[in-house]
């Protein structure tokens, strides 16, 4: 009865620590940053891009919106949605004017090819295109939204 009992305390204290793992892991696989929700990640770009502003316009014209969203990532999110599975929901580029729908391009973007990225990862791609996280470049801009993320980590953890 005890060696029962034994065995069945270690098979839960495995249980147990299969759990802790995954939990502490599922923060590095699906793109946490000091525990912060994805929401975190997305008011630091747009506080980095444009400050918030809606009307904000850069790159010579092309970047539009508080997420500074080029026509060629709207022509992408519209791939996206209306291939198999998507939403067929259609953006055009007058929406990257939307707080709203530039967030939503930004989620579909993402979530297509990065649910699993880190936050790094995915800023500097946002930044710097499909391979932008291998450019120098985008470490200057990585740093900046990470400023903002700390500002972000001070009040998480006041709560």
């Known amino acids: 009865m005890l060696i029962k009992l034994f065995f069945k305390q270690i098979k839960n204290m495995k249980t147990l620590i299969s759990f802790i793992l995954f939990f502490l892991l599922s923060n590095v696989l699906f793109g946490q940053y000091k525990g912060m929700p994805i929401d975190c990640l997305v008011e630091a770009l747009i506080e980095v891009e444009s400050k918030g502003d809606p009307?904000?316009?850069?790159?010579?014209?092309?970047?539009?919106?508080?997420?500074?969203?080029?026509?060629?990532?709207?022509?992408?999110?519209n791939r996206i949605t209306h291939s198999p599975g998507g939403s067929g929901v259609t953006y055009y580029y007058t929406d990257r004017e939307s707080i709203e729908k530039s967030i939503e391009m930004f989620y579909i973007w993402r979530e297509y090819y990065h649910p699993n990225s880190s936050w790094e990862k995915i800023a500097r791609c946002w930044n710097g295109g499909p391979r932008g996280h291998y450019s120098n470049k985008t470490k200057k801009y990585w740093s900046k939204v990470k400023?903002?993320?700390?500002?972000?980590t001070e009040f998480y953890s006041e709560k």
């Open 147 to 152: 400023e903002v993320l700390n500002v972000h």
């Open 55 to 77: 009307e904000a316009v850069g790159d010579r014209g092309w970047a539009v919106g508080v997420l500074q969203i080029w026509p060629i990532m709207v022509r992408e999110v």
